[in-house]
């Protein structure tokens, strides 16, 4: 079985402050892992993945996530955020490593509200 | 370059009345489709997902069905709807590739009355 845990429902922070989202996972094979942001009344959107070889995985946006394997986490940061930042985070890992299945198993979310 | 839509955006219908999703994709061809609901605080459940014309695997089991008549067209119905149906459903599309990314429809908000 897998799951995927977002530890924080609710982050509230204030603009240019830095910014941790938090997500573990638990699988027993090897898995990749995506962030996805969605606006309010949207689809999602891909903010970053990790496939394979560097942990640290960057977005064009200033967000990067760091894969530990030991502590099985895939938490997302941003140094200094705009209120142009406020969404809804959601993290999910896909198993099918070895296959084109692709099928996404998503945590609960993750709602960043950027205060001025 | 590839689009996704969903019809309709909006939806409000009474306990067992049935329902038809539609999502289609355009810009590629023979892709992966996934259809997902997303409940209030719930996070993103797979409902179903498609790798090929009349083929479609059900994650969950529940009173809603998926179709794909087309290569690039995934319909979900139900023949009645539960209160519990109520919620946002996303419809995705991905290359089969291993680790490809998904992208995501604009939605249907679903209420069911």
């Known amino acids: 079985a897998q799951s995927v845990t977002q530890l924080d429902s609710q982050v509230p922070v204030f603009e240019e402050a830095p910014v941790e989202l938090r997500c573990n996972y638990s699988?027993?094979?090897?898995?990749?892992l995506f962030w996805y942001v969605q606006y309010p009344n949207q689809g999602l959107q891909l903010l970053l993945k990790?496939?394979?070889?560097?942990?640290l995985v960057e977005s064009i946006n200033g967000f990067e996530a760091e894969f530990n394997k030991s502590q099985t986490s895939f938490h997302l940061r941003k140094p200094s955020v705009h209120i142009s930042d406020t969404a809804e985070y959601f993290c999910a890992v896909s198993l099918d490593r070895g296959s084109t299945l692709g099928r996404l198993y998503f945590g609960r979310g993750t709602q960043l509200t950027v205060w001025p | 370059s590839q689009t996704i839509h969903q019809w309709p955006a909006t939806l409000v219908q009474p306990v067992g009345s049935p329902l038809s999703l539609e999502c289609t994709v355009e810009?590629?061809?023979?892709?992966?489709l996934y259809w997902y609901r997303q409940a209030a605080g719930r996070g993103l459940q797979l409902l179903f997902y498609s790798v090929g014309i009349g083929q479609i695997s059900s994650e969950v089991p529940q009173n809603l069905s998926a179709s794909r008549p087309q290569d690039r067209q995934f319909i979900l119905s139900s023949k009645k709807l539960l209160l519990s149906d109520s919620g946002f459903y996303l419809c995705?599309?991905?290359?089969?590739?291993?680790?490809?990314?998904?992208?995501f429809g604009p939605g249907t908000r679903l209420t069911v009355l």
């Open positions: 995705a599309w991905s290359v089969p590739r291993r680790g490809d990314t998904q992208y």
């Open positions: 990790y496939l394979s070889g560097s942990t």
């Open positions: 810009g590629t061809s023979n892709p992966n």
């Open positions: 699988s027993s094979v090897s898995v990749y």
